[in-house]
């Protein structure tokens, strides 16, 4: 990469590390057409509209149309990039959030890449870098998405290109992504290609042989050979114990990846002296195993979940970790199976809290999940923990919930909570609750015709 190059990149990266960190992590964007166009219409993009909006359907010509000619492609795409750059840095060179006009153009133009091999990739890289003109939010983006193209396509073209760039761009946030997602790949492909590069510049540039590298080869390698990767965990790479670990559980994608992580950390356990050590590791990879699962979704979490056979303190340890943030319509299928798996005590600690959760972003949701659930201890616990957080905005709501508790003992228990701390922060709505549970108890005890 020539040194005017290396500057131009530096210059256009300066203002937008936020937004190229961002595009960096769409990793499966490049990987399947579909992906890219579900992320344009989550900005409201019709493909037709926007195809039938072009000049080159207004021409009778498709804009994703072969060009015969590989480089009079190249020399097409980069035309047109240049020119939406300039366009897009003399409006102020807003891109952001909201700009889903510019997602929408990127996502288009970045899709007549998805079946480019290196030396095209490359080509194009080079006759943007070069041209002093092509700045801007708007032309990073464009460079960001190639560049995490070639990484998947060609890991060692993406290394290559990141040393080249290296003492310029210095430890700027999206070289260190690159190395990582580069090394990632090359895992999959020869894990003893990228263990040798990482090592020959470990001791080097901390971009390149940093913590982003250490974690992209670690997860690379969970794919491909997890047994290797957890005897990483334990070398003193640059990336923390907590990271390296996370890497090796996160890199699995597929149950039967899951299963070969997972049975091969069962065996680096075993070679493990230290019960303390062995331990540690255990219950870190279990609040990943948990994070993880949040993302997945129960189903998903389950095919693997019922493999790891964890001890008791291991369930408690995976029921703590799992975000009940970001469960969703799971949150009543985690919530049952900690009823099921968890000790008393412990799920009423677990349990409500996800409860609590799950009413204050969507309790709409939660109260027809109430509507499904037998009357059990876990009914119990879920109607009173709903009832106390809905209690303060529709305390009537909280009665009628409340009142479906069969047993009379049982619901005086599961009221009296709600019933508490409204009282003494607010009287008026204390009365008004009261009222409902007296309304609903006198029309349920009054014969009908």
């Not at 097409?76 to 102020?92: E, N, T, V």
């Not at 409204?422 to 609750?433: E, G, I």
């Amino acid at each position: 990469m020539k040194p005017t190059a290396i500057i131009t990149i530096l210059i256009i990266i300066a203002g937008s590390i936020s937004g190229w960190v961002q595009s960096l992590r769409l990793k499966e964007l490049e990987k399947q057409h579909s992906q890219i166009l579900s992320e344009a219409r989550k900005l409201g993009w019709n493909q037709r509209t926007a195809e039938r909006s072009s000049p080159q359907h207004r021409k009778g010509s498709s804009p994703n149309r072969p060009v015969a000619d590989p480089d009079a492609r190249i020399q097409q795409l980069s035309a047109r990039l240049q020119s939406l750059a300039k366009q897009k840095a003399d409006l102020g060179g807003a891109f952001g959030p909201q700009s889903s006009a510019s997602w929408q153009t990127l996502y288009q133009l970045m899709g007549r890449t998805l079946d480019w091999d290196e030396a095209s990739l490359c080509k194009l890289l080079d006759s943007l870098e070069t041209q002093p003109e092509f700045r801007g939010t708007f032309a990073a983006k464009s460079i960001g998405f190639l560049m995490q193209r070639l990484a998947d396509k060609a890991p060692m073209a993406a290394l290559e290109r990141a040393v080249a760039a290296v003492d310029t761009l210095n430890s700027e946030p999206h070289l260190r992504e690159i190395v990582g997602r580069a090394l990632a790949t090359l895992a999959t492909q020869s894990p003893e290609a990228a263990l040798a590069w990482l090592r020959s510049h470990q001791n080097g540039h901390q971009t390149l042989g940093g913590h982003s590298a250490a974690v992209g080869l670690i997860e690379g390698l969970s794919k491909s050979d997890p047994a290797a990767a957890f005897s990483l965990v334990v070398e003193g790479l640059p990336a923390s114990h907590h990271q390296r670990i996370g890497a090796v559980i996160m890199g699995a994608k597929t149950p039967e990846q899951h299963r070969e992580v997972l049975a091969s950390l069962r065996g680096h356990l075993a070679t493990m002296e230290s019960t303390q050590s062995k331990e540690q590791l255990m219950m870190a990879c279990i609040e990943h195993l948990a994070h993880k699962s949040s993302l997945e979704g129960f189903a998903h979490s389950m095919k693997w979940l019922a493999t790891m056979e964890m001890e008791p303190a291991e369930i408690k340890t995976f029921a703590n970790k799992i975000i009940f943030n970001d469960l969703g319509a799971d949150s009543g299928l985690w919530f049952e199976w900690m009823a099921t798996n968890l000790p008393p005590r412990h799920f009423e600690g677990a349990g409500g809290s996800l409860i609590d959760l799950w009413t204050n972003r969507n309790h709409h949701q939660v109260r027809e999940w109430l509507m499904t659930l037998p009357e059990n201890s876990a009914q119990l616990l879920a109607v009173s923990k709903y009832a106390s957080k809905v209690v303060w905005h529709n305390p009537e709501d909280a009665a009628r919930v409340l009142m479906s508790i069969s047993d009379e003992a049982e619901r005086h228990t599961a009221i009296e909570p709600a019933l508490r701390n409204l009282s003494f922060y607010h009287p008026d709505k204390a009365a008004r609750f009261v009222a409902e549970l007296k309304k609903i108890e006198h029309a349920s005890s009054t014969p009908t015709d």
